[in-house]
């Protein structure tokens, strides 16, 4: 009889129990884009890129500056709550600066993850205008940016 009723506690603690509010790494957060650099004469080749200053406009009254040394791909934040977000590419070679002006155009859309994630942002409709100083073309590869798996824009410089 105690059995039984050791037996009952312990279903009836099981059955009351919920799911742990816990956010698995990896499903949380808002994407990036992820932009990789190609050389314009071998457009297969991917290209580093050296002394690049990356400056962006995070809301309307604060600006955000990337530097990169070296590197041939870069991850860049995009504004949530706006349908575009600019950045100034700049490119300091022998003390010659040459800038490039991007405007990234998107949908932005709030998906629901479950409780203890809550929303992230995904961004629909990729879009790109530039002011072709050294960046010669881009490439759109993925126009919906939902997750930080793939390469969404090439840049051929």
């Given at each position: 009889?105690?059995?039984?009723?050791?037996l009952l506690l312990v279903l009836i603690l099981i059955i009351g129990c919920e799911p742990d509010d816990i956010c698995i790494e990896?499903?949380?957060g808002t994407s990036e884009l992820i932009i990789i650099f190609h050389d314009i004469n071998n457009p297969d080749?991917?290209?580093e890129i050296?002394?690049?200053?990356?400056?962006?406009s995070i809301n309307q009254n604060d600006f955000e500056s990337l530097f990169f040394t070296a590197s041939d791909s870069i991850t860049?934040?995009?504004?949530?709550?706006?349908?575009?977000?600019?950045?100034?590419?700049i490119l300091n070679n022998d003390n010659?600066?040459?800038?490039?002006?991007?405007t990234i155009?998107?949908?932005?859309?709030?998906i629901f993850i479950n409780r203890a994630c809550g929303f992230k942002t995904i961004f629909e409709e990729l879009n790109v205008s530039n002011s072709n100083n050294w960046i010669k073309n881009i490439v759109i590869l993925n126009n919906t940016l939902s997750s930080n798996n793939n390469a969404n824009i090439r840049i051929l410089h």
């Open positions: 009889m105690i059995a039984k009723k050791y990896g499903s949380t080749d991917r290209k050296q002394n690049l200053n990356v400056v962006g860049l934040p995009l504004r949530k709550f706006s349908s575009s977000t600019n950045y100034r590419f010659n600066m040459i800038i490039d002006e991007l155009f998107y949908t932005p859309k709030d």
